[in-house]
């Protein structure tokens, strides 16, 4: 499966850090799919694999024949040093709550220090950091000052390769707007905080830029002196050194050469790796990821429903026995019935009115008549 | 693809690690100098959003800066910075021109902070005018030891005596001319003085000199008080050149007793006594007196 990527060129720059006028077509792993979950994880994995065995001796704590006194004599059951004549004797031995027994589960040399990791795995991680590597965002995010940096990826000249002198070195780190992310290590120089000073970790700091390089002619011994610059070959290129810590987007500076041999190594999606046997970039899972677009694509609008417009609102229920309306609803029936009730009690009152009158004119008359 | 990096960009900025998100109780802020709002939001994030734009302030002048996709590979030419006018009114309009095509929330915020800034900068002018309040903190332990130092250098200063003395020299020195104005305290203690100078120089003259000076240091007595005593020592001049002997005795222990109370009732009536004697008999009582006080 062809991938359809952008890659533009990328101007190199010489030791003034002007456009040299050689440009590089952007190698096609910095567009492989960044994956920070792979990076992590292998980057855990690997932190493992430098990692040197300790344990207790085989022996602490049970370098005594001590015995339990049993029941009956007053005392906890531990085990206790057997013999006289020391402080030692009877006193607690082999329990991990004793003083001078054996710790709970001691360590062991055989304990698993080392973690294999899937080569493909590692490769992924590697092209996830070095995809990173190009995105300015990423490398801001990580913690570098990138600000006035030329260009992202930084491409320099091969002359640098051949600095033998500090002097240069920093001189180009200067041209080329680096030279802040160095004071930014120098700033943050500092003591370890815990136990790690007194294990020959005494000193930490903030990393900076990583400098990539095809050919050592010198390079190394120029750069090397610079605190927070780190140098490595593209032969030989490290997710240690690309994402430390974990994370991804180092300050990257390559020279030409190196740039240029990315391509060999990690192979474009049309033509596998030529450096290493049988690998190609790994392949993203989704092409297109932009959703809105996809949601507006065809193929989805001709499966998906029409939106449900209506719009439910909350009413307010009105009590049929008291709102004539909401009986109404219920039961048009019910004014019929309301109006023929209304008509009988109207026609009663007035035959009882009529009654009435009648009574009264009949009594009237009496009276008359009497 | 671009959309997709910006998605990741935001992901990763969002759930993972991301150098200018600061984390409080209640909200996430962004540190990053172009935010628009300084929160962190998926809108409001300059890192994860290709097309974005902020007002910002330098030197009472406000800018717009705009960020387009096509810059976003080269972050020294990504900002691209608008001088607005100082009026608001036509800034606002710069605004809406630069920004005719954009979405409405960064329309809307650019010009909300643009009038945030615009406020705040009458404010800091309207402030300038004013008269600036400086704050100074106060530093306790040096209010302290300073107070406590004051009160010692008043005790070390003994000003009562420095200004008796002072006084004292401007009598002898004669820029009162003549004053008859005594204290009664001030006129003890000269007397006193008197007594162990004489002892030292035996000097009549210098005697009424220093009586004199030693009844101006301290000027309490109303001027009433002092014609009563000025008549009552002429009155009792005969009196008491009679009976000297008993009468000096008295004075004396009175005198001696001479601490603070019983000096108001008593040192009138000795002073006025004492004027006359002085002359005479005084030096041979002052050395019975001293030969008692050593006793």
Same mark, same amino acid.
């Given at each position: ?370 | ?191 006193? @003085?008197? #007594?162990?100078?004489?002892? $030292?120089? %035996?000097? *009549?003259?210098?005697?009424? &000199?220093?009586?004199? +000076?030693? =009844? ?11 014609? @009563?005593? #000025?008549?009552?020592?002429? $009155?009792? %001049?005969? *009196?008491?050149?009679?009976? &000297?002997?008993?009468? +000096?005795? =008295? ?31 005084? +030096?041979? =009582? ?10």
């Amino acid at each position: 499966m062809s991938k359809v990527v952008a890659r533009p060129l990328i101007t190199v720059y010489n030791e003034k850090a002007e456009a040299s006028g050689s440009t590089v077509q952007l190698p096609a792993v910095f567009r492989a799919p960044i994956r920070p979950d792979i990076v992590s994880f292998v980057q855990q994995q690997m932190s493992m694999n430098r990692r040197h065995p300790y344990c207790v001796s085989e022996k602490a704590g049970h370098q005594t024949s001590a015995e339990s006194w049993g029941t009956g004599r007053a005392v906890a059951r531990i085990p206790r040093v057997r013999g006289g004549g020391t402080h030692r004797s009877g006193q607690g031995a082999y329990g991990n709550m004793c003083r001078g027994g054996r710790m709970f589960a001691p360590t062991k040399i055989w304990r698993r220090w080392h973690r294999k990791i899937n080569v493909n795995q590692k490769r992924y991680a590697l092209c996830s950091a070095i995809a990173a590597s190009g995105i300015p965002s990423l490398v801001m995010s990580k913690g570098h000052l990138i600000n006035d940096v030329p260009e992202m990826p930084l491409v320099v000249s091969d002359k640098v390769q051949e600095y033998n002198k500090t002097k240069q070195a920093v001189v180009l780190l200067r041209r080329l707007r680096a030279w802040t992310d160095v004071q930014k290590v120098y700033k943050t120089r500092r003591f370890r905080a815990g136990k790690g000073k007194m294990r020959n970790r005494r000193r930490t700091s903030k990393l900076g830029p990583l400098i990539i390089y095809g050919k050592d002619q010198g390079l190394t011994k120029a750069f090397r002196n610079i605190p927070g610059v780190s140098l490595i070959s593209v032969n030989k290129l490290n997710l240690m050194k690309l994402a430390p810590g974990g994370h991804v987007g180092r300050f990257c500076i390559w020279t030409e050469s190196a740039f240029q041999r990315l391509n060999a190594l990690y192979g474009t999606w049309r033509q596998k790796s030529k450096l290493k046997s049988d690998y190609n970039l790994p392949q993203p899972i989704m092409t297109g990821t932009d959703l809105s677009r996809l949601l507006k694509s065809d193929e989805i609008q001709k499966v998906i429903r029409r939106p449900r417009q209506m719009v439910r609102r909350a009413s307010v229920k009105r009590n049929p026995l008291t709102n004539m309306r909401a009986l109404m609803k219920l039961n048009p029936y019910s004014a019929v019935i309301k109006k023929s009730a209304a008509k009988v009690a109207e026609a009663r009152k007035k035959n009882k009115e009529a009654l009435l009158e009648k009574k009264r004119q009949a009594s009237a008359t009496k009276k008359v008549a009497a | 693809m671009t959309m997709y990096i910006l998605i990741i960009v935001w992901s990763i900025i969002n759930k993972s690690f991301c150098s200018y998100k600061v984390n409080t109780k209640t909200q996430r802020f962004c540190r990053n100098e172009y935010n628009l709002t300084g929160l962190c939001n998926r809108s409001a994030c300059p890192l994860a959003n290709s097309q974005y734009a902020t007002v910002r302030e330098e030197d009472g002048n406000c800018f717009l800066y705009m960020k387009t996709v096509e810059r976003s590979g080269f972050p020294r030419n990504m900002w691209e910075k608008v001088k607005l006018s100082k009026s608001l009114e036509k800034a606002l309009r710069q605004i809406n021109e630069y920004l005719i095509y954009w979405p409405g929330f960064i329309k809307q915020k650019c010009k909300q902070r643009l009038l945030k800034i615009s406020q705040y900068l009458i404010r800091m002018r309207k402030l300038r005018l004013r008269r600036q309040k400086k704050l100074v903190p106060i530093q306790r332990k040096q209010e302290r030891r300073e107070r406590r130092r004051e009160e010692k250098a008043l005790v070390a200063a003994r000003l009562d005596s420095a200004i008796e003395k002072e006084l004292l020299e401007r009598l002898k020195r004669g820029t009162y001319g003549d004053i008859y104005n005594f204290p009664q305290v001030a006129f003890n203690k000269a007397l006193e @003085e008197e #007594e162990d100078a004489e002892v $030292n120089m %035996e000097g *009549e003259d210098y005697g009424e &000199d220093e009586e004199n +000076e030693g =009844e101006e240091a301290e000027e309490e007595i109303d001027e009433e008080l002092e014609k @009563e005593l #000025e008549e009552e020592s002429e $009155n009792e %001049e005969i *009196e008491y050149v009679e009976a &000297d002997s008993d009468l +000096e005795r =008295e004075l004396e222990s009175e005198s001696d007793m001479e601490d603070i109370e019983p000096k108001a009732t008593t040192s009138v009536k000795d002073n006025t006594r004492r004027k006359p004697r002085l002359e005479i008999e005084y +030096e041979t =009582e002052t050395l019975s007196k001293n030969a008692k006080r050593t006793v």
